[in-house]
Nanobody, 125 residues
């Protein structure tokens, strides 16, 4: 049974940084496909960043150059480092994973089987 637990959300001013963590159990993230998604009230769910079992990463255009997804394999934890944050980054952030995701779908939430409960992020101007 795969469990994903997000942490690290909070409030930050525009231009600041925040680091989100997703602790995984029941699976080794080094052999897993994982991603971060976010959803703000009244907005569609958005794929933010993804990383496959080979370390290939993909990012939404809105976060390229500002966010970095990575794996802390020693702690079996997925990381999202968010820099130069903007108010439009405010959302509930979710960690997701699956044993295999086709390349074209790495930022599509409907393709992932395992989900965390989310951690909220608020960016003020």
């Amino acid at each position: 049974q795969v469990q994903l637990v997000e942490s690290g959300g909070g409030s930050v001013q525009a231009g600041g940084s925040l680091r989100l963590s997703c602790a995984a159990s029941g699976v080794s993230i080094g052999g897993y496909y994982m991603a971060w998604f976010r959803q703000a009230p009244g907005k569609e769910r958005e794929g933010v960043a993804a990383i496959d079992k080979n370390g290939r990463t993909d990012y939404a255009d809105s976060v390229k150059g500002r966010f970095t997804i990575s794996q802390d394999n020693a702690n079996n934890t997925l990381i999202l480092q968010m820099n130069t944050m903007k108010p439009e980054d405010s959302a509930m952030y979710y960690c997701a994973g699956d044993h295999w995701i086709p390349r074209w779908a790495v930022l599509r939430g409907d393709r992932y089987a395992a989900w965390g409960q989310g951690t909220p992020v608020t960016v003020s101007s």
